[in-house]
């Protein structure tokens, strides 16, 4: 076997896929979550297209203030989640053009759900 020659291989398919990781579609994106009353949960989900049934990333209870990235290819809807003992969650769905968009319009994306007791 031509262990140079698999080392060569090995190495082009390494390097091909790190080119392929750096032209993915991440997004850094400035979030502001807070809630009424504060300290609730805050959660966020990005689907792809095809598996709906994303986990959930906690980003910590609010008020949230952070610069995440967010990974966009394949996307179809983004979520944010604010859960709170005593109250109904409350859901934002965006589908992924209207996310971008509304990101674009203000250069961050900020929600204030108000907490409905249960």
């Known amino acids: 076997m031509n262990y140079a020659r698999s080392f060569q291989t090995l190495?082009?398919?390494?390097?091909l896929a790190g080119l392929t990781a750096c032209g993915s579609n991440k997004k850094n994106i400035a979030m502001k979550l807070?809630?009424?009353?504060?300290?609730a949960y805050a959660l966020m989900q990005v689907t792809q297209k095809g598996n709906e049934q994303?986990?959930?990333?906690?980003?910590?209870?609010?008020p949230v203030v952070t610069n995440r990235e967010v990974v966009l290819d394949g996307a179809s809807t983004v979520s944010l989640?604010?859960?709170?003992?005593?109250?109904f969650e409350q859901v934002k769905t965006w589908s992924v053009k209207d996310f971008l968009k509304e990101y674009?319009?203000?250069?961050?994306?900020?929600?204030v759900p108000n907490m409905v007791k249960q």
């Open 11 to 15: 190495t082009v398919l390494v390097v």
């Open 54 to 62: 994303a986990d959930w990333v906690f980003l910590g209870p609010t």
């Open 81 to 87: 989640k604010v859960i709170r003992p005593g109250f």
């Open 34 to 39: 807070h809630s009424d009353p504060q300290g």
């Open 104 to 111: 674009r319009q203000t250069n961050e994306i900020v929600w």
